[in-house]
């Protein structure tokens, strides 16, 4: 109670997270409501990594910044801009200042979460005054003391012996850890803040909140009968289906290992998605792990992989997410505002809650990396998880030594089974199979191996003969396929498939299909599926391609051409002909050709040149795991440092016991897509375009639109979006509901049945030549 001016007592003003009904505050979330609330939802959520008193002081201490009467005003209407989220950065550093070393380093990091959580974490120095240095330097303290009673926070203890033991005495990469822990503790904090927010305003305004998923130990009785009874009604005759049954019964006798980091090495036509999958679910059985995400390369195999686990587990509680409808366009180019409440709502953000994910790497691994709040949301679900990497190898090797990084920190930090599931194993463990140096800093994977003896796997899988056939122009692959029914070209730009395809159809040659990532995931779904009847049924079915097509995707065709790339593609382009076996060796051929009209970037260059040095100096079959090996050798010897070519170990360093940590410059560093592409979505079918129709109604959210939209999506070079928007050919769908996330092609005619869509004009031809 505070006096009044006629000495009567008088109750303290009520202070207020977020605002209700106009002039009514009986509907209004009061403030130290929010912040308890959001605090225990936060410890909840780092509960599996043993971190829950420093997630919940972040809950307490993140909208701080509202006890400033200013502030109040602005929830009433005033049109005033307050930054709410730098004052409980600065006021928990200083209350934590006279604490242990530990919990003056956590409470920093805690700082760095409550600074990010509008804008996203932030760099502790840069030239900008977003910066966390310059945000605490200018805070000036307005606040009601009335928060000390209302919250009455304890900040010993923050960082228990637990974590403490694992990130390790002498560990020299504890400046990373410690910055993986910072990121974690933020998407504990990010995902509590929305979810709090969300109840509130649902409950208000009568919006739909999207699904939540039951656990996976709930469901794992029945995921483990349904995967026995598939895989007991697979075939057993023949050579191959005895082997791929005893690949199983190997991999899943693994699963009882202890949690961390394995190997799978298993040729395709193997079974290993299927044999990945049945060590998922017994591990996670044995050691109560909680979810299992799958990571795969391409969004051209995802559907794939979906659809075999939908099948196999039945598809309810099946989280197919690949979308690049994150955020809208302001938060992408960093506006300086903090958006409100009810802005975060209508963002396109994904929590992976679901007990199975299916995802793409680059999902994955630029969210670890993220400093936006809407891809951190996620990380705290993955901790505890089996985290299966299909086709490892495609792992961009500028990035290989943070994304190594960022795997052993999420295998000894935060509970996580990582498997390198692929049948050309990118050697990335600390030691070579000679006991020798291996990968720098690399992956403690000795006696990690889940499949039975990969050499012997590699010699009685092999279906194909590679051989080098010289340069081939246009018109020579097309007389090349001519008295071929059936025959896959790959090549290494868009631009190049679409012109083999267009001289091809000129010359009259049947059964053509063209695969690109011109092409939305729903358009090439059914192309896949197109070919993989043409093939089974013996029609014609000449096939021309981008690599996405070589890395997992289960087509079998008699004969195959490849543009010369690094020995670890031209092996997985190996893997699409012959796959089932029904075709004698010698006449299962891969031509690896030169393309003198289609230079070849030059990482893929430098990488044709790693393979001419590695099978040069190898001794005996070129096809086998060693030759491999030596490939991988080349490769990071040429490349040595430029495996973190953009130095992002070296931007999360502890300088004595204070944190530097360059988030968001690491974030826009950590580009697994290097070109500069934007979304453009595609009204491909009634599916995509009832999606489409949706967007006018705001009780619907965003996220659950964006997850129907992810497969009618096509990337396209910026410059290309912004001159399809300035004619017209493409608009930003409801603007005002949801921003800019939803950018439509209005244009139907722009994509081409065949093709896909057509955005080019000559400027951007030079750009296509980078893109696979």
């Known amino acids: 109670m505070q006096p009044g001016q006629n000495g009567q007592a008088q109750a303290r003003p009520a202070y207020y997270a977020h605002s209700g009904t106009p002039g009514d505050y009986r509907d209004w979330q009061g403030l130290p409501e929010h912040l308890i609330e959001t605090a225990a939802l936060a410890a909840r959520f780092a509960e599996v990594f043993g971190l829950e008193k420093a997630a919940s002081t972040a809950g307490l201490f993140h909208d701080l910044g509202k006890y400033d009467p200013e502030f109040q005003r602005r929830l009433t209407g005033a049109d005033i801009r307050v930054d709410h989220s730098t004052a409980g950065a600065a006021i928990l550093r200083q209350l934590a200042r006279d604490g242990s070393p530990f919990d003056v380093l956590m409470a920093e990091i805690i700082s760095y979460a409550i600074l990010g959580h509008h804008a996203g974490l932030p760099d502790r120095r840069s030239a900008e ?70 109840e509130f305003y649902a409950k208000l305004e009568n919006r739909q909140v999207d699904r939540e998923w039951p656990a996976l130990g709930d469901l794992l009785p029945d995921y483990l009968s349904r995967f026995d009874a598939y895989m007991a009604g697979l075939p057993r005759d023949g050579e191959l289906n005895p082997l791929r049954r005893d690949i199983l019964a190997h991999v899943r006798a693994g699963a009882a290992l202890a949690p961390g980091l394995f190997t799978l090495t298993v040729p395709t036509g193997g079974g290993k998605t299927l044999a990945s999958l049945g060590f998922a679910l017994d591990h996670a059985k044995a050691h109560g792990l909680r979810r299992i995400i799958y990571a795969i390369p391409f969004t051209s195999i995802i559907d794939q992989t979906a659809t075999t686990f939908r099948h196999v587990l039945g ?266 076996g029904r075709r004698r060796l010698e006449d299962s051929i891969v031509g690896v050709f030169a393309a003198p009209d289609y230079p070849p970037p030059r990482e893929i260059k430098s990488l044709v040149e790693d393979t001419v040095r590695a099978l040069g100096a190898h001794q005996g079959d070129i096809q086998t795991l060693d030759a491999m090996r030596s490939f991988y050798g080349e490769v990071y010897w040429r490349m040595a440092e430029r495996l973190d070519r953009e130095g992002i170990v070296d931007a999360l360093k502890l300088d004595g016991r204070e944190t530097n940590f360059a988030f968001r410059d690491v974030a826009q560093k950590f580009r697994m897509i290097e070109s500069n592409m934007e979304p453009v979505i595609v009204p491909f079918d009634d599916k995509a375009i009832k999606a489409v129709d949706d967007l006018p109604f705001e009780r619907i959210p965003s996220g659950l639109i964006a997850r129907k939209l992810q497969t009618y999506i096509v990337q396209v070079p910026a410059r290309a979006r912004e001159l399809l928007i300035r004619c017209g050919h493409v608009a930003f769908e409801c603007p005002e509901q949801r921003g800019d996330q939803f950018a439509v092609l209005r244009t139907r005619n722009l994509y081409d049945p065949e093709v896909g869509l057509l955005w080019e004009t000559p400027e951007y031809l030079a750009l296509e030549d980078t893109i696979v």
């Not at 307005?142 to 560990?171: F, H, Q, S, T």
């Not at 299909?513 to 358009?523: D, E, F």
């Open 315 to 580: 598809g309810e509680h099946i989280l197919e997410h690949h979308s690049a409808i994150e955020e809208d366009e302001a938060a992408r180019r960093g506006q300086r505002d903090f958006p409100t409440s009810r802005d975060k709502l209508r963002l396109a953000m994904e929590d992976w809650a679901a007990p199975v994910v299916v995802t793409t790497n680059v999902q994955l691994f630029e969210s670890l990396f993220a400093s936006r709040t809407s891809r951190a949301r996620k990380l705290h679900n993955i901790a505890g998880s089996i985290i299966i990497l299909d086709e490892a190898q495609t792992l961009p090797r500028h990035l290989l030594k943070p994304a190594v990084r960022m795997l052993d920190s999420l295998a000894r930090l935060f509970g996580c089974t990582i498997v390198l599931c692929t049948a050309t194993q990118p050697a990335l463990g600390k030691h070579g199979p000679d006991g020798g140096q291996g990968f720098p800093d690399g992956l403690d994977l000795e006696g990690r191996e889940l499949a039975p003896d990969p050499h012997s796997l590699a010699a009685r899988l092999r279906r194909a003969r590679i051989e080098r056939v010289g340069e081939m122009s246009n018109e020579a692959l097309v007389a090349a396929m001519r008295p071929l029914p059936q025959a896959l070209v790959i090549v290494n730009s868009r631009r190049h498939a679409l012109e083999l395809y267009k001289a091809a159809k000129e010359a009259g040659l049947d059964g053509l299909l063209h695969l690109t990532t011109r092409q939305c995931a729903a358009h090439r779904r059914e192309i896949l599926n197109d070919a993989r009847h043409r093939l089974k049924d013996g029609l014609p079915c000449r096939l021309i391609a981008t690599s996405l097509i070589e890395a997992g995707v289960d087509v079998d065709f008699p004969r195959v051409w490849r543009a010369e790339a690094g020995w670890d593609q031209i092996t997985q382009a190996a893997g699409r002909c012959n796959r089932e």
């Open 129 to 198: 005054p977003s910066c966390f240095e310059e945000r605490c330097r200018r805070f000036t303290d307005r606040l009601d003391p009335a928060w000390r009673d209302e919250i009455a926070p304890d900040l010993a203890g923050l960082l228990p012996e637990r974590m403490l033991k694992a990130i390790g005495v002498g560990n020299r990469h504890v400046a990373f850890d410690m910055s993986v822990i910072a990121r974690f503790l933020f998407s504990c904090l990010v995902d509590a803040d929305f979810k709090n927010t969300e």
